[in-house]
């Protein structure tokens, strides 16, 4: 009776309708990651937005500061080879996804993947800006829950696609940065990582 009367338990209906019961601290947490992913997108496009297009825009030009003119005296890194390394590695993901009973759909992968692209940025600027690391983790099981539901290694896979590749992403941008700062050359930095 006393539960009863005062259980701050959420009641969510299952797709089997049976109810799911969670605590009053799991589902602020899942509610405030959701708020806070929504709010990253906001955030971005609001203040970043035109810094982001210029950047864009400028992508072929160097935008002039010190440590850019510092690293002009070692050759760049060409496009066509973080292109092979991205083929190569969708290449591979498409071939674990398809060849093994993984219950992840081809599209899924996709889908998964393009999460990890759009989100990289916003979630780098506020990052970069107040070094809290936003998580894609409860999202991505959000979504896959509803695209595959009742498959577990699915889910774990499109985890690993879509917010570990985003969480691997941020090192490698990290160790790019560093380089860059550091002035160490740009091909044996990208050999390397």
Same mark, same amino acid.
């Given at each position: 009776?006393?539960?009863?009367?005062?259980?701050?338990?959420?009641?969510? +209906?299952?797709?089997?309708?049976?109810?799911?019961?969670?605590?009053?601290?799991?589902?602020?947490?899942? !509610?405030?990651?959701?708020?806070? #992913?929504?709010?990253?997108?906001?955030?971005?496009?609001?203040?970043?937005?035109?810094?982001?297009?210029?950047?864009?825009?400028?992508?072929?030009?160097?935008?002039?500061?010190?440590?850019?003119?510092?690293?002009?005296?070692?050759?760049?890194?060409?496009?066509?080879?973080?292109?092979?390394?991205?083929?190569? *590695?969708? !290449?591979?993901?498409?071939?674990?996804?398809?060849?093994?009973?993984?219950?992840?759909?081809?599209?899924?992968?996709? #889908?998964?993947?393009?999460?990890?692209? &759009?989100?990289?940025?916003?979630?780098?600027?506020?990052?970069?800006?107040?070094?809290?690391?936003?998580?894609?983790?409860?999202?991505?099981?959000?979504? #896959?829950?509803?695209? +595959?539901?009742?498959?577990?290694?699915?889910?774990?896979?499109?985890?690993?696609?879509?917010?570990?590749?985003?969480? +691997?992403?941020?090192?490698?941008?990290?160790?790019?940065?560093?380089?860059?700062? *550091?002035? #160490?050359?740009?091909?044996?930095? &990208?050999?390397?990582?």
């Amino acid at each position: 009776m006393f539960y009863q009367r005062f259980s701050f338990c959420c009641r969510l +209906q299952t797709p089997r309708r049976t109810l799911l019961f969670l605590s009053t601290t799991f589902a602020i947490t899942y !509610g405030l990651s959701f708020a806070a #992913i929504a709010a990253v997108i906001f955030h971005t496009v609001l203040f970043h937005g035109e810094e982001i297009w210029i950047h864009a825009r400028a992508v072929r030009d160097d935008l002039e500061d010190n440590h850019t003119k510092m690293m002009r005296k070692y050759a760049r890194v060409p496009w066509w080879w973080y292109g092979l390394l991205f083929l190569g *590695l969708i !290449g591979m993901s498409f071939a674990t996804v398809c060849a093994w009973p993984t219950h992840l759909s081809w599209w899924a992968l996709i #889908i998964g993947l393009l999460i990890a692209i &759009f989100w990289t940025i916003p979630i780098e600027i506020i990052y970069a800006t107040i070094n809290i690391p936003l998580s894609l983790n409860v999202f991505t099981e959000y979504i #896959i829950g509803y695209m +595959q539901p009742g498959r577990p290694v699915a889910m774990m896979l499109f985890k690993t696609y879509g917010y570990i590749t985003m969480n +691997q992403a941020h090192a490698f941008l990290s160790d790019l940065q560093l380089g860059h700062y *550091l002035k #160490i050359p740009k091909r044996p930095m &990208f050999l390397l990582r």
